[in-house]
C-alpha cells in the first residue's frame, strides 16, 4: 500500500526470507534485529526516512515475555535510532485489550489497565511503555488494534487459534479460549495496514483500530470455529475479565478509516482470507 500511494519504503525484517518478502513488495528489504541498537542505527540512518513505521512484534512462539522486551527494548532502540537520524514522525502498533475494565467498548481517553494482576499486568506495563517511548517523538501516532485476524494470523486457517480449537497445542497466550461473555474486538490485517497507511496525516494521540462490532467470545467463537472447520467450545457461563470490554472506533472513523471487514461475522465467513 505504501509503495502503491508512492512512497519509498525500506521494510526491516531479523530474517532473510522476511526481508525477501519486503523487497517482492516493491521495496528495500533490509535485515536487522530490533534488538541490535547499534545495527539498528547504522539502518535507520542510512534510510534516512521521513517518518518510521513501527509495526514490531514477537508472537510466532507464543512468548508473552519475548514480545514484553521487544515492546520495551526494541521500541526503545528504534525510537533513539530514528531521533538519531533526525526523524520526527512514528506511527507505532499496539492493541486494544489493555484498558481498565467497564461495562461498554472503551474509547481512547480511557486509562490503561497498568494495576492489573500478572500476567497481564506486565504485558500492558510493556504496552504502556511502547507508548510513552514513541511519544518521545514530536508526532506520535498509536494505532490501537483489535484481535488480528486474516492471512498470516493466529486466526488463519491451519494457525495456533485453529490448533487450540481442535485441542492441540495452541500456545500460553490461547489457554483460555473459552465461549465466554467476555467481549473483544477484530480487525482484518489489510483493514489494519490501511489504517498504517492514513495514520501518517493524522495528528499525534492513541486510535483504536477496530471493526464495528465488538463481540462477547459466546458470540464469535462459534463463528469462527465454523469458519476454521473445528469443533466450537461449549458455552461458558464462567465470569470474564472486566477488561474483556472490547474497543470503540468512532475517533478513527472520525478521521476517515473505514474497516472494509466491517463485523468478525461477514469477515470470518469469507475463511478469513
Known sequence: MLVDAGHEVVGTSRSEA????????GAEGVLVDALDADRLRGAV??????????????????DGAANSLLRRAGTRNLVDAARAAGVRRIVAQSISWVYVGGDAPADEGEPLDLHSPQPRGGMVGAVAELERISAELPHAVVLRNGLLYGPGTW????????????????????????????????????????????????????VNIVDDEPAPAASWLPVLAAALDAPAPAPSDAEPAAWARGAANSL???????????????????RLD
Open 18 to 25: 522476511g526481508a525477501q518478502r519486503v523487497r517482492a513488495l
Open 45 to 62: 540512518a542510512a534510510a534516512a526516512p521521513e517518518a518510521v513505521l513501527h509495526q514490531l512484534t514477537d508472537l510466532s512462539a507464543a
Open 155 to 206: 486466526y488463519a486457517p491451519g494457525g495456533p487459534v485453529a490448533a487450540a480449537l481442535r485441542g492441540e497445542e495452541g500456545g500460553p497466550y490461547l489457554a483460555g479460549l473459552t465461549a465466554d461473555a467476555g467481549v473483544s474486538s477484530f480487525v482484518h490485517v489489510d483493514d489494519a495496514a490501511t489504517a498504517v497507511l492514513a495514520a501518517l496525516e493524522w495528528p499525534s494521540g492513541p
Open 252 to 270: 478513527a472513523r472520525s478521521r476517515g478509516w473505514t474497516p472494509r471487514r466491517r463485523s468478525w461475522r461477514t469477515g470470518f465467513a469469507d
